[in-house]
Structures are given as structure tokens and as C-alpha cells.
């Protein structure tokens, strides 16, 4: 028995021959914790990743969640990612800006007024 097979891991496919090569998603940039939903749309020919992506994204999930459900590295994700975005198939929303977000006085207002219902 060959000491560099592990039958239980399945066959071992490095990720750039899934991506086929490509390093970069062809279109969109993926914050980690950008929000991926489909858009209801369906895709013929697609990758069993891609397939797998859309199940997911059924409900809004993050970069790093679609990465964690499918145990592949975040670079690889982002460029199914960009395939499936080019296609029309998903929508992204991408983090609110700290600079953007209310600030801490306004969420203590908010807390006391809630308090004080």
C-alpha cells in the first residue's frame, strides 16, 4: 500500500485545476464578510461547486461561511464567486464602512430608550 494515499480523504484534486487556472474572479472583489444571496435565477452547465454555492446562498451568507461550507480556500471561492456574479446568478452586498456605522452614543441612546419601554 502506497503510505500517500488516504482512502478515507477521496480523490485529491488541487484547487487551481478547478478554477482551471485562474487565481482572480472575473468580476466583483469578496470582502470576507460580504453577503452572497442567488438571485432566484437558474444556470445550466455549471461546476458542481458553482451548484453547491447556489444551495447555499439560498439564504444571504458571508465570503468565509461559503468557504467554510465547501472546505476550500478562500482565493478559489472568490473566483467561483466572480463566475457565478458574472452570470447573473448571485447578488452581493459588501460590509458597511466603520465611518458609516452609528456611533456608540447613539447605540447607548438606543439601548436606554429600549430599556425604558
Known amino acids: ?30 470582502d470576507l464578510i460580504a ?7 437558474t444556470g445550466a452547465g455549471l461546476e458542481p461547486e458553482h451548484t453547491r454555492i447556489m444551495d447555499l446562498c439560498a439564504a444571504p451568507l458571508s465570503v468565509a461561511e461559503i468557504s467554510a461550507h465547501l472546505d476550500l480556500p478562500v482565493g478559489i471561492v ?3 464567486l466572480g463566475d457565478l456574479l458574472t452570470a447573473g446568478l448571485i ?16 447605540l447607548l441612546a438606543v439601548i436606554d430608550g429600549l430599556r425604558a419601554l
Not at 502506497?2 to 484547487?15: K, S, T
Not at 453577503?35 to 435565477?41: E, K, N, S, Y
Open 1 to 30: 500500500m502506497n503510505e500517500w494515499l488516504d482512502e478515507d480523504a477521496g480523490p485529491v484534486v488541487r484547487p487551481y485545476a478547478m478554477t482551471r487556472g485562474r487565481t482572480r474572479p472575473s468580476t466583483g472583489e469578496f
Open 35 to 41: 453577503l452572497v444571496v442567488t438571485t432566484g435565477a
Open 78 to 80: 472568490r473566483v467561483f
Open 91 to 106: 447578488q452581493t452586498r459588501a460590509p458597511q464602512p466603520a465611518a458609516e456605522l452609528p456611533s456608540r452614543r447613539t
